[in-house]
């Protein structure tokens, strides 16, 4: 122990605040999963995963994209993915962590200008860090502290380019980002608009593009992680064909790291034939979606439309007692606390997927009725 006290005390001081994270297994009906469509492990996929399997398809890539890794499932992948989102190029990543990261941290230049949102995802922040940029914060959603926080940049001086980063849908709060808007002021800043389109793909656009899908494309840039609605790992990054050259030949995240497995390109590849093809798919969920909120929306859950569901707490230790309440009860349901979200807005963070059935739902809300009243939710 005494080579880690630093980080004994450390997690001790995490304890005492509530805030200690633990694993705990995946038991109960799943309010918890992005697996939006529940795809993860559908027969659909299944067979798909067995048909690559089947026709020698690898599981390991063996080295670098650049190096031996290459392999045709890759640029498959990417080909098809550049023509589902309407793009002139596609690029997969491992993850959406090292694709957010190797983003930000690669293409924004020396004497350019990050504008964040403020509830962008800690990958956004990590590639931020990284790159050489300056970075400045906006206001949640609001389009006017996007304008002046780039008028103020410009009055200090910055005369490069302004990379405007938000998420589409975001992952706590379930709200969307006002994509238009946020588009046409990019447009007249010739800024770059970067949308993290995580919690969006497969669910939201006509056949599941996402709700950039459709905005002008010269200056956007999306990216898509597929370890959410489309049920598999990794993430796509889309833009200008220019994009994708210089993620090659600049991105640390992706040029020092083996390739993404082929088996799982090709995984990918088949859920995105899926998504498109299965409106069914959304119909179920969109039906879940409005089912829940007309059943948990009295018991404070934050307005919306999405899937997910945010019920805000504030207190970290309360938030924590009553998701191991739903959890003994056979719900899966995750506390979230900070510095995952603003300090003093710890929340339950109800997730609904294709994975529940209406009576899950409802058996879920009359549950939480009997463990909320005490608990006054309170505004984020
Ligand atoms: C908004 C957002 N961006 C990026 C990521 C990272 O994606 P991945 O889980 O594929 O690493 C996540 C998921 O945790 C996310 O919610």
């Given at each position: 122990m005494q080579h880690f006290e630093a980080q004994a005390q450390d997690l001790a001081g995490l304890a005492a605040r509530g805030r200690e994270r633990r694993l705990i297994s995946r038991e109960g009906a799943d309010f918890a999963s992005n697996d939006y469509l529940g795809l993860a492990n559908s027969p659909l996929l299944r067979a798909a995963v067995e048909a690559a399997l089947a026709r020698g398809v690898p599981i390991g890539?063996?080295?670098?994209?650049?190096?031996?890794?290459?392999?045709?499932?890759?640029?498959?992948?990417?080909?098809?993915?550049?023509?589902?989102?309407?793009?002139?190029?596609?690029?997969?990543?491992?993850?959406?962590?090292?694709?957010?990261a190797a983003l930000l941290a690669t293409l924004p230049q020396r004497g350019d200008l990050v504008l964040f949102d403020a509830l962008v995802h800690a990958s956004a922040h990590e590639g931020m860090r990284l790159g050489r940029a300056e970075i400045r914060q906006a206001a949640h959603n609001d389009v006017g502290a996007f304008?002046?926080?780039?008028?103020?940049?410009?009055r200090d001086g910055g005369t490069g380019r302004v990379w405007i980063a938000v998420e589409s849908l975001y992952s706590m709060d379930g709200d969307v980002a006002p994509l238009a808007a946020l588009a046409a002021?990019?447009?007249?800043?010739?800024a770059i608009l970067l949308v993290d389109e995580a919690h969006a793909t497969g669910i939201y656009g006509p056949q599941?593009?996402?709700?950039?899908?459709?905005?002008?494309?010269?200056?956007?840039i999306t990216l898509h992680t597929c370890g959410k609605a489309l049920g598999c790992e990794g993430a796509l990054i889309t833009g200008p064909a220019i994009v994708r050259d210089f993620l090659v030949n600049r991105g640390r995240a992706f040029i020092f790291s083996t390739a993404p497995s082929p088996l799982m390109a090709a995984a990918v590849r088949a859920a995105l034939r899926i998504v498109a093809a299965s409106d069914a798919l959304r119909t179920g969920l969109f039906e879940r979606i409005a089912m829940a909120r007309h059943a948990l929306g009295p018991l404070g859950v934050s307005a919306g439309e999405t899937q997910i569901l945010p019920l805000i707490l504030g207190d970290d230790v309360r938030t924590m007692a009553i998701a191991g309440a739903l959890q003994e009860s056979g719900f899966d349901v995750r506390g979230i606390r900070p510095p995952t979200v603003p300090a003093g807005t710890s929340r339950l963070r109800i997730s609904i997927t294709n994975n529940v059935s209406h009576a899950d739902i409802a058996a879920l809300a009359e549950r939480l009725a009997t463990l909320i009243p005490a608990t006054e939710p309170i505004a984020a």
């Open positions: 890539s063996g080295g670098s994209r650049l190096l031996r890794g290459n392999h045709p499932e890759h640029e498959a992948l990417e080909a098809e993915a550049a023509a589902y989102f309407g793009r002139e190029s596609a690029l997969y990543f491992s993850s959406g962590y090292a694709a957010n304008a002046d926080a780039i008028a103020g940049w410009r002021l990019a447009e007249a800043e010739g599941g593009q996402g709700l950039a899908y459709g905005l002008p494309t010269a200056n956007l």
